[in-house]
């Protein structure tokens, strides 16, 4: 039902900074609790960011505190995840994802099942 698709990756130099976003198409998409996720080559898949529905609670790994930031606006149907002060260790593929179920309002049991495609991120030193 929902459908989402991540854009902004690219290569930066140490220290700059991203703006990632996450389009979703459907009808209930501004709905749902949406999430964000990051894969380092040759790592497993690891959590970044969260955000409810309505966009008033959210969530951070606690390593990445302090230089991430999502933010949601329903009406452009878009996730959006800030990077700054990037790291070379923060070069991954990042994917955003939704909820199973809208209106949860959850950041922390979130069941996640639409996927984006992702978007690489690589920043050199």
């Known amino acids: 039902q929902v459908q989402l698709v991540e854009s902004g990756g690219g290569l930066v130099q140490a220290g700059g900074s991203l703006r990632l976003s996450c389009a979703g198409s459907?009808?209930?998409?501004?709905?749902?609790?949406m999430g964000w996720f990051r894969q380092p080559p040759g790592k497993v898949r690891e959590f970044v960011a969260a955000?409810?529905?309505?966009?008033?609670?959210?969530a951070y790994a606690d390593a990445l505190k302090g230089r991430f930031t999502i933010s949601k606006d329903n009406a452009k149907n878009t996730v959006y995840l800030q990077i700054d002060s990037l790291k070379p260790e923060d070069t991954a593929v990042y994917y955003c994802?939704?909820?199973?179920?809208?209106?949860?309002?959850?950041?922390?049991?979130?069941?996640?099942?639409?996927w984006g495609q992702g978007t690489q991120v690589t920043v050199s030193s």
């Open positions: 994802a939704s909820d199973r179920f809208p209106r949860r309002g959850i950041i922390t049991a979130t069941e996640y099942a639409y």
């Open positions: 459907g009808r209930t998409f501004s709905d749902y609790d």
């Open positions: 955000i409810t529905w309505r966009g008033d609670r959210t």
